[in-house]
């Protein structure tokens, strides 16, 4: 019974000083207590007391209405406002094999379509895609990239566009070999509210004049 009074006592105390941490309240508690002392109902209580008539003269308010999953977040700078966050954006798409390029610099492979996401609460999101790549001729190989942008999503072959969100990533298989792959990356700054595509550009490389091409694709995304 000690143990779970002590640790009441310190939540109790801890809560309030949270409270007053960070924000222009001062809340504060009229007892302390020390270690292998026993504090009594009344101290206790008071302690409670205090910390429920700061809450209420700051008057914190919560959301009107709540979404299940949803986060608490501050809707002011003192920190005495409540709102409901919205839910973080997500995305997830499989979309068709692109057709493959010959081009020796990066071109986009028109994976926009499928790969989406609309950011919500942070403009903070993890890009990801994986998928299976080859090259047709023997000793050449490929560099991929994730590229990201609003608007019309591109199409497949057209140009590079939007942002890079990663460096070209070249590899080179054995021959004959599809390898799978996986590449990822977090961008940060984007607009709450607004769709944006991502997609991959692709290009081959060596002497052999291949085809280099992506197959079996999964693109995620994830705001934080």
């Known amino acids: 019974m000690l143990v779970c009074r002590f640790a009441t006592i310190a939540a109790a105390t801890l809560f309030a000083l949270l409270l007053g941490s960070g924000s222009a309240w001062a809340c504060s508690v009229p007892n302390f207590f020390v270690n292998s002392t ?37 809707n002011n700078t003192t920190g005495s406002l409540l709102k409901d966050c919205p839910a973080p954006g ?46 047709s001729a023997s000793g050449d190989g490929w560099a991929y990239q994730i590229r990201y942008g609003i608007g019309g999503a591109p199409a497949n072959a057209m140009a590079v566009t939007g942002t890079a969100a990663t460096t070209s990533a070249p590899d080179v298989p054995p021959t004959g070999i599809a390898l799978p792959f996986c590449t990822q990356a977090v961008i940060t700054g984007l607009t709450l509210g607004t769709a944006y595509w991502f997609d991959l550009a692709l290009q081959r490389f060596g002497a052999g004049g291949g085809t280099a091409s992506v197959t079996n694709l999964t693109c995620s995304a994830l705001e934080s």
């Open 38 to 74: 026993i504090a009594d109902a009344d101290t206790v209580n008071a302690n409670f007391t205090a910390v429920l008539a700061c809450v209420n003269v700051n008057s914190v308010v919560g959301p009107n209405s709540t979404t299940n999953g949803n986060a608490a977040c501050w």
């Open 90 to 135: 997500s995305g997830q798409g499989t979309p068709a094999n692109p057709t493959g390029t010959a081009s020796a610099s990066l071109v986009m492979m028109g994976l926009g379509s499928s790969c989406t996401i609309t950011p919500n609460r942070s403009g903070k999101v993890l890009l990801v895609v994986s998928g299976n790549a080859a090259n």
